[in-house]
Structure formats: structure tokens, C-alpha cells
């Protein structure tokens, strides 16, 4: 047996399920503390998550429930709703599921973010693009970012104080899409200065 096998054994870790990405969202969101719905946790993550990763759908956020419980990582209950016929389920996070999920967050490999730029990727293609064409998918661009920016900044006002951290990833959030905005507005500049050169 190796060192690194024998300290997943101590640890715990050689027993850890792996899970995808979406799972280890899931289990983070249900980190805070709070038991929540699915509904909860897509509402959460609309509100946190989909300014620097994505939201996953309701069926992907199930679909990870249902594997964390498998898993002992979540506990489900079922709760009468005020409204309606249908009892809900809400899910807490176990002591394992705290334990794998921070031991993750700690432990799991610093991974360059994957670039796929669809805007790029057309301007890149510009010698198939009319020059106004190019404009105007740079402007919509600009205005997915600037409306990205203010929504990061708005949701990141209104965290609660438990929500410390998300709300500087807001933060970060915000700077970003704050520079895809400029950078949009640069390659506006690049595009008129390419013309003035080429007449």
C-alpha cells in the first residue's frame, strides 16, 4: 500500500464517493446550514452559483440529491406545505456529507477554468461576419454583461451575513462582467480602428 492510499484509508477518503461538480454545488449549498427544498437550492443557486458557474436545472439538482443521499451525505424529510395537497421534500447535510464536502473544498486539485467563448469564437470567425454584424453581437454582449454585473451586485447587497464568502464571489462577480463589458467596448474600439486603417 502506498502513503497516499494509506492516508485516504485513515481519512476516510478511499471510502468517499466521486462525485460531478453539480453534486459538490449541491452539497455546498446544503453546507450553510439551512434544510432546503429543491426548489430552495435552485433558487440559491440562481442567486449565487450561476454568476461564475452555472445553475443547474431542477432535474440536475434532484438527480443530485437523490445520488447524495445515496451516498449518506444528505438526510430527507417530508414537510406539510401551507398551500397545496403535496408534502415537500427538504433535505439537511449529514456530518459525512459536512466532512466530504469540506474536505473537497480544501483537498481537490486548483483547476483552470474552462474558457468556452461563444462571442470570441464568432469574432474569430469575423472574416465570415459583416462589420455591422460583428457590432451587434458585441453590443448585445456588452449588455448581457453590464445586466449580469448589476444583478451581481444587486444579490450580493441583499446575502445574508451567514453568505460572507458568496458574497465576495458576488464581488469577484461583478469585476468580472464588469471587464467583459470593457473588453467588449475594446474590441468595439479594435473594430473602428480596423476600418479607419483599411479606408
Known amino acids: ?3 497516499k492510499q ?3 484509508v485513515n481519512t476516510g477518503e478511499a471510502q468517499r464517493p466521486a462525485l460531478p461538480a453539480t453534486g459538490w ?3 455546498g449549498l ?3 446550514g439551512d434544510e432546503l427544498s429543491g426548489y430552495d437550492l435552485k433558487k440559491w443557486s440562481d442567486r449565487s452559483l450561476r454568476f461564475f458557474y452555472w445553475s443547474p436545472s ?3 439538482i434532484y438527480g443530485e440529491l437523490k445520488r447524495l443521499e445515496k451516498a449518506g451525505y444528505v438526510s430527507a424529510r417530508r414537510v406539510a406545505q401551507e398551500t397545496g395537497d403535496r408534502d415537500k421534500r427538504v433535505y439537511v447535510i449529514t456530518d459525512e456529507g459536512m466532512a ?3 474536505h473537497w473544498a480544501r483537498e481537490a486539485p486548483v483547476e483552470p477554468p474552462v474558457l468556452k467563448h461563444g462571442v470570441m469564437l464568432r469574432l474569430w470567425l469575423g472574416h465570415l461576419l459583416e462589420a455591422d454584424r460583428m457590432r451587434e453581437v458585441l453590443g448585445r454582449h456588452r449588455e448581457y454583461a453590464e445586466s449580469m454585473r448589476q444583478r451581481a451586485e444587486v444579490d450580493g447587497a441583499r446575502a445574508e451575513e451567514a453568505w460572507a464568502y458568496p458574497s465576495l464571489v458576488l464581488k469577484w462577480s461583478q469585476r468580472y462582467y464588469a471587464a ?3 473588453l467588449a467596448d475594446a474590441m468595439l474600439a479594435d473594430l473602428d480602428e480596423r476600418d479607419r486603417r483599411r479606408r
Open 1 to 3: 500500500m502506498t502513503e
Open 6 to 8: 494509506a492516508r485516504a
Open 25 to 27: 454545488a449541491v452539497l
Open 30 to 32: 446544503l453546507s450553510f
Open 58 to 60: 431542477f432535474s440536475q
Open 100 to 102: 466530504a464536502v469540506r
Open 180 to 182: 467583459e463589458r470593457d
